[in-house]
């Protein structure tokens, strides 16, 4: 098994960022929410330490998730501020994004435990770098959201 599947589910990770900059705009609510990180970083840690992968190695990589994650939400917040009536229509509910996130996570550690010697591997770098530009490519992200997908990858080979 190589990186793909990981950056799969960090691309499924980071199209939530959409639902969930919409939801905080409506609410007010701030894009970091440092109580909820610290919440997804325990649960993958518990997860990593159960599945035998290294906690550190595991939340190193979500921690970068999560930073990507509000790279995207701050980007969002600052066109739809720049643009006079923009901004989403709809509210999204951020308990079901966040349930959503919930069932992701767990599924990016588990394909980084089943990664673990391809992630060893020397070719690491180059796989993982071909796999982000063909995610890229097929979900037809924008520049920054290419660059949100790089950056949520940065530790994936170590
Ligand atoms: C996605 C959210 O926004 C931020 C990103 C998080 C994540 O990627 O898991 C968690 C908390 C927030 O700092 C959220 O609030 O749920």
């Known amino acids: 098994v190589g990186p793909g599947a990981v950056v799969e589910l960090s691309a499924d990770r980071l199209a939530t ?3 969930v900059a919409a939801a905080k705009w409506h ?6 929410s440092p109580e909820r990180e610290r919440e997804v970083l325990a649960a993958a840690e518990r997860h990593a330490s159960a599945l035998g992968v290294e906690p550190e190695a595991v939340a190193a990589v979500v921690r970068d998730q999560i930073e990507a994650n509000k790279t995207v939400q701050r980007s969002l917040h600052a066109r739809w501020h720049a643009d006079p009536g923009g901004g989403p229509g709809t509210e999204p ?10 069932r992701l996570t ?3 550690v588990r394909a980084l435990a089943d990664a673990g010697p391809a992630l060893r591997s020397p070719d690491c ?9 063909e995610v890229a490519d ?3 992200l924008d ?3 290419a660059a949100a997908l790089a950056r949520s990858l940065a530790s994936v080979c170590p």
């Open 106 to 108: 767990p599924e990016l």
């Open 138 to 140: 097929e979900r037809g």
């Open 125 to 133: 770098g180059a796989d993982l770098a071909r796999s982000t530009r």
């Open 27 to 32: 609410s007010g609510d701030p894009v970091d």
């Open 93 to 102: 509910d951020l308990s079901r994004v966040r349930a959503e996130l919930d």
């Open 143 to 145: 520049r920054v959201g």
């Open 17 to 19: 960022a959409l639902p």
